[in-house]
């Protein structure tokens, strides 16, 4: 059974930094690409980020290229996004999901960005 | 950046009725790389439909797709009690993954 746990949210200040993470199980995790999805309250889905199985493809939405980086590290069974110089724009609940496109989703980490 | 348009963006129906929703992109989506999603309050989205008409596991048949190039539509049958919530297309063909703004389905 596919599981995904996000970790890693929090408040923040505007400009500082934080690192998301995105434990999976139940499937083999080198096998699939995995996504950032977030969504500000109450408000739609934003598309963040995907890395491929194998890690040699990384793409971004315009409004984090440059400052977010997405990793994964198949050893821990683990997915990450690195977000720096966050701005007040960046809050939001944080999904990762699975598969192309996204069939299985994380219970999301909610992220505040504010003075 | 595709740029996905959702219409309408309320849809007031009874029980049992028939939604048609629809999902407009700004150019020709490659491949018919068209999602649907269904989000309810508190909870992380679902996917309904993938290839713009490939059921997902454990989707019921009363949801289908259908569309290519420009325009995409979800039907909902038959709506159930359940189905109450907001439907979300996403293309995945070119990146950005952009996703529409959403169609909020809610009980007349």
């Known amino acids: 059974q596919v599981h995904l746990v996000e970790s890693g949210g929090g408040v923040v200040q505007p400009g500082r930094s934080l690192r998301l993470s995105c434990a999976a199980s139940g499937f083999t995790f080198s096998a699939y690409p995995f996504h950032w999805v977030r969504q500000s309250p109450g408000k739609g889905l934003e598309w963040v980020a995907v890395?491929?199985?194998?890690?040699?493809?990384?793409l971004y939405a315009d409004s984090v290229k440059g400052r977010f980086t997405i990793s994964r590290d198949v050893s821990k069974n683990t997915l990450y996004l690195q977000m720096n110089n966050l701005r007040t724009e960046d809050t939001a609940m944080y999904y990762c999901?699975?598969?192309?496109?996204?069939?299985?989703w994380g219970q999301g980490t909610l992220v505040a960005v504010s003075s | 950046e595709i740029v996905l348009t959702q219409s309408p963006a309320t849809l007031s129906l009874s029980p049992g009725e028939r939604a048609t929703l629809s999902c407009g992109a700004s150019?020709?989506?490659?491949?018919?790389?068209l999602a649907w999603y269904q989000q309810k309050p508190g909870l992380a989205p679902r996917l309904l439909i993938s290839?713009?008409?490939n059921r997902a596991i454990g989707i019921p048949d009363r949801f289908s797709g259908s569309g290519s190039g420009t325009d995409f539509t979800l039907t909902i049958s038959r709506l159930e009690p359940e189905d109450f919530a907001v439907y979300y297309c996403q293309q995945y063909g070119t990146s950005p993954f952009t996703f529409g703004p959403g169609t909020r389905v809610d009980i007349k």
């Open positions: 290839d713009a008409s």
């Open positions: 890395i491929s199985y194998d890690e040699n493809s990384k």
């Open positions: 999901a699975t598969q192309q496109p996204p069939a299985y």
């Open positions: 150019q020709s989506v490659r491949g018919r790389y």
